[in-house]
């Protein structure tokens, strides 16, 4: 397997770090050369160490004010598409462990040596498991606030709003990609390998009443996000 250089610390435009509970940050940032957002999420540890998931390279401005959150103990690949700034991050914080599923393990070792799997993660408030039916491709990020859980996926749930032109027509109706919490035509395709699995992996978190569903691109989920969850697994079913 040939290892690919990993990309130098590279800023693109990005918001500012939001915080959603005492224990959990999302940022904002775009892909590059797609008219798409890309969204990272940042967990506390109950030790107070931090999660990184899907990471974006951010400014000095926001990386001091990370840094002042706690310690970067993991950084977590979610899947093998997701890795363009796991290797900076790995490179800035080497004390960290970088941890990505078992069958995204392969191409996110070409740009991140040593990759360790999501079950080295053991915490209360954070868990790291598989996303159901993508033959351990894929990373959902489970963090509890007190009585609150939040949801963290990355590419096997969408929600990003109807774009305009030619890239929002390849969304809408190649891709299938925009128009509210859906999975869209590709994870269809190459990620979600058995439907009913992961359907019903969706009832089951949506039984636990979360407060929210961060995805990787574009808009948290915050509108019903168990409602939500049912009308995306019957989707596939």
């Known amino acids: 397997m040939l290892a690919m250089k ?13 915080q959603l509970e005492a224990n959990l940050w999302r940022v904002e940032g775009t892909v590059p050369g797609i008219p798409m957002k890309r ?20 400014d000095d401005v926001e990386m001091a004010k990370l840094d002042a959150l706690g310690p970067v103990k993991f950084i977590v690949v979610p899947n093998g598409y997701h890795r ?3 290797g900076a991050y790995a490179t800035r914080y080497p ?3 970088v941890l990505t599923p078992r069958g995204s393990k392969k191409r996110v070792a070409q740009v991140v040596p040593n990759v360790g799997e999501l079950s080295e993660l053991s915490d209360p408030d954070v868990t790291l498991t598989t996303v159901a039916g993508t033959r351990n491709v894929e990373a959902l990020m489970i963090v ?14 969408f929600n990003m709003p109807h774009k305009h032109g030619l890239p929002g027509f390849v969304l809408k109706h190649i891709t299938q990609a925009s128009g509210g919490p859906k999975v869209s ?4 395709l190459f990620i979600i390998k058995d439907k009913p699995a992961f359907a019903a992996q969706l009832d089951e978190l949506a039984a636990t009443q979360p407060v929210r569903v961060l995805v990787a691109h574009h808009e948290t989920i915050t509108d ?4 939500c969850l049912r009308r995306i697994a019957a989707s596939v079913r």
Do not use: C, N, Y
């Open 6 to 18: 990993p990309r130098p610390w590279t800023v693109q435009k990005h918001g500012e770090i939001e």
């Open 39 to 58: 969204v990272m999420t940042i967990a506390k540890l109950a030790d107070g160490g931090l999660v990184i998931h899907s990471a974006v390279a951010l």
């Open 84 to 86: 363009l700034d796991g």
């Open 95 to 97: 004390q960290a462990r």
């Open 144 to 157: 509890k606030s007190g009585d609150k859980t939040s949801l963290v996926f990355t590419d096997t749930v």
């Open 185 to 188: 035509r590709l994870a269809r």
């Open 224 to 227: 019903d996000p168990a409602g």
